[in-house]
């Protein structure tokens, strides 16, 4: 049996050695409740405040290229700073050095839809101090909405969950998606014939697919995991991974998109597949949320807007929405209930062509349209 006395004894002898150091480390010119000399003050006194920004006001809402109005006022008549600088967006603006103390936020600046932060720093000979407001910025014009023509359809295949979808060399690629059901799937056009397929793990659930150079890219729904294939045999090349959930994927130039279900869409590079960049959606009056699978055409990003028959043109360049098409009644409601099927989604466009397709989950055909007025 194990004695307690030499722990007990080395408490006490701990418990003496902090009252000591504690004991010896008090200042003598330090009055209860009063900062001893050189200590500094912040954490019991208050930091003077140098001014507060009555312009903008928080939360405010401005219009893509408006110029937005910066104005800081001295708090109780302090106007001892020396100069003002100001930020928006993190990109410095302005800086002012006398009184009035304003400035503009030019148009030109103002370039992208979104939450911004507009940020003033004060400066004085011995404080400096900042303060910060946050601003909307919505679409300056409000979308056109469009319809559309049936050119042709084609079947699909009835199981196919479709997450994403695209077309190259005159074959479609599709993503699927489901518990124990995800897959990826090269498909002949003019039969929907499935003519090669590759299971994802069952755990998994598949999302959006996307093509850059000769790799297909794959996400999945919520693990943070996806993958980069060779689009002549399925083989797996590599893994990707990433933050946020994954929805729908396109390819901009040397950049891969993808959305996550809110109105942000995710810039990336192909190789290491880091972030680079977001944009968040806005049309005029609100922010365009529920993106889901992307598409790429003609200079615009188009996205499927989930639970809904609508698709949103967005501006990558800005963050606008500059249309609507709206595709109720391509496969009305009730046929979808009496086949199990599920909401719009899936586009792909044959460049070569100018041809634009459409489809959804469980849907048992492909549509060809055209947009129209």
């Known amino acids: ?61 401005y219009r893509l290229r408006e110029e937005i109005k910066v104005k800081l006022v001295p708090e109780d008549g302090n106007d001892s700073f020396d100069s003002i600088k100001v930020f928006f967006d993190g990109k410095e603006v302005a800086v002012i050095k006398n009184d009035p103390w304003e400035c503009t936020v030019d148009a030109s600046a103002n370039g992208m839809t979104g939450r911004r932060s507009v ?8 404080l400096t101090q900042s303060v910060t407001r946050f601003v909307t ?27 994403g979808l695209f077309y190259d060399n005159g074959i479609l690629y599709e993503g699927t998606g489901q518990e124990s059901g995800s897959t990826l799937r090269e498909v002949e056009l003019e039969t929907g014939k499935v003519l090669r397929l590759l299971n994802l793990d069952p755990a998994l659930f598949g999302e959006g697919i996307t093509m850059y150079q000769d790799r297909i890219y794959q ?8 993958f980069i294939y060779s689009k002549s045999d399925f083989k797996l090349l590599n893994r990707i991974f990433y933050q946020t959930e994954g929805w729908g994927l396109t390819t901009i130039g040397d950049k891969i998109v993808m959305s996550d279900g809110s109105n942000i869409l995710h810039f990336h590079d192909p190789e290491m597949f880091n972030l680079l960049s977001r944009l968040e959606v806005y049309d005029n009056e609100k922010k365009v949320d529920q993106l889901n699978e992307l598409e790429y055409i003609n ?28 595709l109720s009644g391509l496969f009305p409601e009730k ?27 469980r849907w048992p055909r492909l549509y060809e349209i055209i947009v129209t007025e």
């Open 1 to 61: 049996m194990k004695t307690r006395y030499p722990g007990y004894l080395f408490n006490v002898i701990l418990f003496v050695m902090l009252c000591w150091i504690i004991s010896c480390s008090g200042r003598r010119d330090a009055e209860p409740g009063k900062p001893g000399q050189g200590e500094k003050t912040t954490g019991s006194l208050p930091v003077p405040v140098l001014m507060k920004m009555s312009s903008p006001a928080e939360n405010s809402t």
């Open 119 to 126: 940020k003033a720093v004060a400066y004085s000979s011995n």
């Open 137 to 163: 910025v919505m679409s300056d014009t409000a979308p056109a909405k469009y319809g559309y023509r049936v050119v042709s359809s084609y079947p699909h295949d009835r199981q196919a969950f479709t997450q």
């Open 219 to 226: 996400v999945t729904w919520t693990n943070k995991v996806g």
């Open 299 to 326: 200079g615009e990003i188009w996205a499927n807007i989930w639970m809904t028959d609508l698709i949103a043109r967005i501006d990558p360049e800005t963050g606008k929405v500059n249309s609507y098409v709206n």
């Open 335 to 361: 046929e979808r209930r009496e086949t199990n099927a599920d909401v719009l989604n899936g586009i792909a466009y044959d460049e070569a062509g100018k041809r634009i397709f459409v489809t959804g989950k």
